[in-house]
């Protein structure tokens, strides 16, 4: 039916219309009808072969037993479907655990330049030959001798969550016992011509570590955690002919080394450093997260790169070696940084 006019009377299209609104016949075809009542006779014969799923009730959520399958907490690669007894104790939880075995990454580039496009002189730094060899584990293992074996886990937490005392929801990426070690070389870092050294970092590993993402108006909210032990960090810097070299063994960051009765810390004997908790950039238990912000600076309108960096924790290094000169241990503990703030670029604020 439509309508036509100031009067806007009904004009009919062929279809008889009658008096009774809630009646009016419909004419179609007897091929189309018989179409319909034939396509429904088909979908309920397979309907009738498909098994429902039997459901069962929990106090939280329900459980389709016929669809669900979980990792088997002794063997991560070993999947299990549960029996209905199984089933009916479970309770679902928020998130996604992922187990890691053996997994092996090996990088290789050749070069990576970066330029500044800004400045009239092209001014670069340029990385040489750069080599990465990664292998991570989790899952399986328990790096902390609690008892307990962690997975890498993304979960995304509500300020309703408990334990969450941050004002918006946000990502949280953690894995308590990553077992990793990494291998980076670089073998020329050149600057706008100058080759002014090489890297080297051996076996790092991070058997702790988490980073949280969240959002406000104009930018980032950010968590960063970690526990992380360097044996070997070396910067042979200068020209080949008459370099140099800094090194570091037994770089740690961590929440503090509590040291025990019976195990006393040393903070002048690396033999004693017993690494504990995460070194942390932002808190979200403390509403107090690092920030990203891009905008435009008030005084003069130009662009800028904010960053505010809370962080807490510390930092050990066992030796530090300059050229020939070995200055021993290096111990830097209880940090806090309650604000600090940085601007990109800079203001212009002279010489330092």
Same mark, same amino acid.
């Given at each position: 039916m439509i309508y036509k006019g100031s009067s806007w009377e009904p004009i009919s299209r062929g279809l008889p219309q009658k008096k009774d609104k809630k009646m009016r016949k419909i004419y179609g075809s007897e091929k189309f009808f018989s179409f319909l009542f034939n396509l429904?006779?088909?979908?309920?014969?397979?309907?009738s072969k498909i098994k429902k799923p039997e459901i069962y009730f929990?106090?939280?959520?329900?459980l389709f037993s016929a669809s669900i399958i979980v990792f088997?907490?002794?063997?991560?690669?070993?999947?299990?479907?549960?029996?209905?007894?199984e089933m009916k104790k479970k309770v679902a939880a928020s998130g996604i655990s992922i187990g890691i075995k053996g997994a092996v990454f090996y990088?290789?580039?050749?070069?990576?330049?970066l330029i500044d496009t800004q400045?009239?002189?092209?001014?670069?730094?340029?990385f040489h030959n750069i080599k990465r060899l990664s292998t991570y584990t989790t899952g399986d293992i328990?790096?902390?001798?609690?008892?307990?074996?962690?997975?890498?886990e993304i979960d995304i937490i509500n300020p309703q969550d408990p334990g969450s005392s941050y004002d918006n929801p946000f990502v949280s990426i953690k894995c308590d016992d990553w077992g990793s070690r990494n291998y980076i070389n670089i073998e020329e870092i050149n600057f706008n011509g100058y080759k002014i050294g090489s890297l080297d970092i051996r076996e790092s590993s991070t058997p702790k570590w988490n980073l949280s993402l969240g959002a406000h108006n104009s930018g980032i909210d950010m968590e960063a955690g970690l526990k992380s032990k360097i044996p070997q960090l070396s910067f042979n810097y200068g020209n080949p002919s008459d370099s140099y070299y800094l090194g570091f063994t037994s770089f740690f960051l961590a929440k503090n080394f509590p040291g025990s009765a019976a195990f006393p810390d040393d903070p002048s004997n690396p033999s004693t450093w017993n690494a504990n908790g995460k070194f942390k950039v932002g808190d979200f238990q403390q509403n107090? =997260? /690092?920030? @990203? &912000?891009?905008?435009?600076?008030?005084?003069?309108?130009?662009?800028?790169?904010?960053i505010s960096a809370p962080m807490s924790g510390s930092v050990r290094m066992g030796n530090i070696?300059?050229?020939?000169?070995?200055?021993? =241990? /290096?111990? @830097? &503990?209880?940090?806090?940084?309650?604000?600090?703030?940085?601007?990109?670029?800079?203001?212009?604020?002279?010489?330092?």
């Amino acid at each position: 039916m439509i309508y036509k006019g100031s009067s806007w009377e009904p004009i009919s299209r062929g279809l008889p219309q009658k008096k009774d609104k809630k009646m009016r016949k419909i004419y179609g075809s007897e091929k189309f009808f018989s179409f319909l009542f034939n396509l429904f006779l088909n979908l309920k014969a397979l309907i009738s072969k498909i098994k429902k799923p039997e459901i069962y009730f929990s106090k939280k959520f329900l459980l389709f037993s016929a669809s669900i399958i979980v990792f088997n907490s002794g063997n991560i690669f070993a999947i299990t479907e549960l029996s209905k007894e199984e089933m009916k104790k479970k309770v679902a939880a928020s998130g996604i655990s992922i187990g890691i075995k053996g997994a092996v990454f090996y990088h290789d580039n050749s070069s990576i330049k970066l330029i500044d496009t800004q400045d009239s002189d092209q001014a670069y730094i340029n990385f040489h030959n750069i080599k990465r060899l990664s292998t991570y584990t989790t899952g399986d293992i328990d790096l902390d001798s609690n008892g307990y074996t962690n997975h890498l886990e993304i979960d995304i937490i509500n300020p309703q969550d408990p334990g969450s005392s941050y004002d918006n929801p946000f990502v949280s990426i953690k894995c308590d016992d990553w077992g990793s070690r990494n291998y980076i070389n670089i073998e020329e870092i050149n600057f706008n011509g100058y080759k002014i050294g090489s890297l080297d970092i051996r076996e790092s590993s991070t058997p702790k570590w988490n980073l949280s993402l969240g959002a406000h108006n104009s930018g980032i909210d950010m968590e960063a955690g970690l526990k992380s032990k360097i044996p070997q960090l070396s910067f042979n810097y200068g020209n080949p002919s008459d370099s140099y070299y800094l090194g570091f063994t037994s770089f740690f960051l961590a929440k503090n080394f509590p040291g025990s009765a019976a195990f006393p810390d040393d903070p002048s004997n690396p033999s004693t450093w017993n690494a504990n908790g995460k070194f942390k950039v932002g808190d979200f238990q403390q509403n107090n =997260p /690092a920030t @990203i &912000d891009i905008g435009v600076r008030v005084s003069d309108n130009s662009p800028v790169i904010s960053i505010s960096a809370p962080m807490s924790g510390s930092v050990r290094m066992g030796n530090i070696h300059i050229k020939d000169k070995d200055f021993g =241990p /290096a111990a @830097i &503990d209880g940090i806090i940084v309650h604000t600090m703030s940085i601007e990109i670029p800079g203001r212009d604020l002279g010489d330092i």
